[in-house]
C-alpha cells in the first residue's frame, strides 16, 4: 500500500491496520512526520506526544490493543483534560496546568485503541470564530495560509484538512466545529446536547458547549460518534438515552426526504458562492427526490444576541475559578489579595476573554439581570420552539454553514461585532440543543486559490444518525469527500 497515509480517511485507515495491510506504527510515524513539516507553517499542534503515540502504536501491532479504531491516529482540542501533557485552552492562564484526569471523550477514544498523536490549537477558552486569539499564535488556513481557519476548533479542523491526523476531536458552544469545519472544507459534527459526556472539558459555557468530531467523510464522524456517545455517570447531564448504530444506515438514502429551506437563512448578505452552493445543493437532492419545503424561524435575527447574553455569562460563573490561588497563572508579588486577584486575571486572560467576562458579568448585576438575562432565556425558548414547528413539516433543516468563505487574517481583529456575525447561521443550533453537521459544499477561487464553503443541516434533538444519512447523500451526490489541503 501506498505510503501515502494521510490521504486514507479514518476508516480506510482503520480496516487496513485491522486486516494487517498496514502497521500501526509505519502510519503514527507517518502522521509525525508529517506534522514535523507542516505544523511549523499552520501552527495547528501546540504539542505533539511523539514517544507515547509510537509506544501505543506499538502496542497495536502486538494485539495488546484493540478495538474499533486501533491505531487510528487522533488528534485533541486542547480544551480536553488529559492525564498526560498539558490542558491549556490556549491561554496564558493555563500555559503549565497538567491535568489530573482525562476527559470521558478522551478515555473512550484510547479504550478503542486510537492512537493520540497531540493538543490542537484553538481560540483562548474557546471564544473566538478565526483562531486568532490563541496564546501560542494564530493558526493558518491550509487551503490558504493567509486566511483563517475559522474557530474556536480551528487548530483541530487545520489538522484535519491538512492531513496532519487520520480525525480529531473539537468542541461546539456557538458553531465552533461547524464554522471552522466549513473553512477548511471538512464534516464537522455538533451532537445533540448531552449525546457526549461533557466530563473533561473546560467549561466555556455549560448549557452549550458540546464535544463533537472533525473528519473527512461522514463515515468517519459516525464511528467515532460510535464510540464517544453515551451516559456516563460523571456527567449528570449526559443522557441515559440508548445510543444507536450510527454507521449501519448511513449509506442507505431516507425515502421520502423533506428537506426544510428557511427563508431567513437565504439572505442576500450572504457571500455569492454560498448562494450558489445552496442552488446546487437544492438541486442535487431534487435529483434524489427530496421534497424542498419552505420553512419560517422567525426568531433567527435575535439569535447572534441572544448567545452574546447567555453564553458571556455562564463564562463569567465559569472563569471565575481562575484567581491566582488554587491553579493556573498567578501574577508576580500582588500587594494583597485584591491585588492578587486583579493582576492574575487581567495579566493570565486574553483581551477577547475579559471582554466576554466583562460582558457576562454586567448582564448578572443586580439591576440588569432580568433586563438582560432572563430575556435571553425566554427568547432562547422561542427559538427552540421555532425548530420544533419546522420540524413538523421537515426531516432536516438545510443552509449555510458560514456566510462566506474563510478571511483573510486580521480582517476582523479589530470589529468583534463582524466577528461575532461569522456565527449567525451556527449559534442557534446551540441555543435549541440540536445536532448540527457542517460538510464540504464546493470551493471558491479567491487570488489562484480555492477555498471551500460548508453546507449545514440541522436535525431533531438525538437524530444524529437521520443527519449523517443525509449528509452521507449530499457527499456521494457531490463527490466532495476526503478532501485535503494541498499545501
Wanted: glycine share 8%; proline share 6%; charged share 20%.
Amino acid at each position: 500500500m501506498s505510503g501515502d497515509f494521510h490521504t486514507l480517511s479514518l476508516k480506510a485507515t482503520r480496516d487496513a491496520i485491522a486486516d494487517g495491510s498496514l502497521r500501526a506504527v509505519n502510519v503514527t510515524r507517518a502522521y509525525l512526520d508529517r506534522i514535523e513539516i507542516l505544523n511549523p507553517t499552520l501552527n495547528a499542534y501546540h504539542e505533539v506526544f511523539a514517544d507515547r503515540a509510537l509506544h501505543t502504536a506499538q502496542r497495536v501491532d502486538a494485539g495488546e490493543i484493540k478495538g474499533p479504531l486501533a491505531g487510528v491516529p487522533l488528534a485533541i482540542k486542547d480544551n480536553l483534560c488529559t492525564d498526560f501533557g498539558h490542558t491549556t485552552c490556549s491561554s496564558k492562564m493555563l500555559a503549565d496546568f497538567r491535568s489530573p484526569y482525562t476527559a470521558t471523550a478522551v478515555r473512550r477514544l484510547e479504550e478503542a485503541g486510537a492512537v493520540i498523536l497531540g493538543k490542537t490549537n484553538m481560540d483562548e477558552f474557546a471564544m473566538g470564530s478565526s483562531t486568532e486569539t490563541c496564546v501560542f499564535g494564530v493558526v493558518r488556513n491550509p487551503w490558504d495560509t493567509r486566511c483563517v481557519p475559522g474557530g474556536s476548533s480551528g487548530g483541530s479542523a487545520a489538522a484535519v484538512a491538512a492531513g496532519l491526523c487520520a480525525a480529531a476531536l473539537g468542541s461546539d458552544t456557538g458553531g465552533s466545529i461547524r464554522q471552522p469545519a466549513s473553512f477548511c472544507g471538512i464534516v464537522g459534527l455538533k451532537p445533540t446536547y448531552g449525546r457526549i459526556s461533557r466530563w473533561g472539558l473546560i467549561a466555556f459555557a455549560s448549557s452549550l458547549d458540546q464535544i463533537g468530531p472533525l473528519t473527512r467523510t461522514t463515515e468517519d464522524a459516525a464511528l467515532l460518534m460510535q464510540v464517544m456517545s453515551g451516559q456516563d455517570e460523571l456527567d449528570s447531564t449526559c443522557a441515559p438515552d440508548d445510543v444507536p448504530d450510527y454507521s449501519a444506515q448511513i449509506d442507505q438514502p431516507i425515502n421520502p426526504l423533506r428537506i426544510g429551506l428557511p427563508r431567513q437563512y437565504l439572505s442576500d448578505k450572504n457571500h455569492p458562492t454560498v448562494a450558489a452552493m445552496m442552488d446546487r445543493a437544492t438541486a442535487m437532492f431534487k435529483e434524489m427526490g427530496a421534497t424542498l419545503v419552505e420553512i419560517d424561524l422567525p426568531h433567527t435575527e435575535f439569535g447572534i444576541p441572544t448567545y452574546y447574553i447567555v453564553a458571556p455569562a455562564e463564562a463569567s460563573s465559569n472563569l471565575a475559578r481562575y484567581d491566582g490561588v488554587r491553579y493556573g497563572y498567578r501574577c508576580e508579588n500582588p500587594t494583597d489579595l485584591v491585588d492578587l486577584y486583579s493582576r492574575s486575571r487581567s495579566e493570565g486572560f486574553g483581551d477577547e476573554v475579559k471582554r466576554r467576562i466583562m460582558l457576562g458579568t454586567h448582564v448578572l448585576c443586580s439591576g440588569y439581570y432580568d433586563a438582560y438575562y432572563t430575556r435571553a432565556l425566554r427568547v432562547r425558548r422561542l427559538i427552540k420552539q421555532d425548530f420544533d414547528n419546522a420540524f413538523a413539516s421537515c426531516d432536516v433543516v438545510m443552509c449555510p454553514t458560514t456566510t462566506g468563505p474563510a478571511f483573510p487574517m486580521g480582517q476582523n481583529s479589530d470589529d468583534p461585532l463582524a466577528m461575532y456575525l461569522n456565527d449567525i447561521y451556527t449559534v442557534t443550533c446551540n441555543l435549541a440543543g440540536l445536532p448540527g453537521i457542517s460538510l464540504p459544499g464546493g470551493f471558491v477561487e479567491a487570488d489562484g486559490r480555492k477555498l471551500p464553503v460548508g453546507l449545514q443541516l440541522l436535525g431533531p434533538v438525538f437524530e444524529e444518525a437521520r443527519l449523517l444519512r443525509v449528509a452521507r447523500m449530499h457527499e456521494k451526490a457531490s463527490g466532495l469527500s476526503n478532501l485535503i489541503a494541498d499545501i
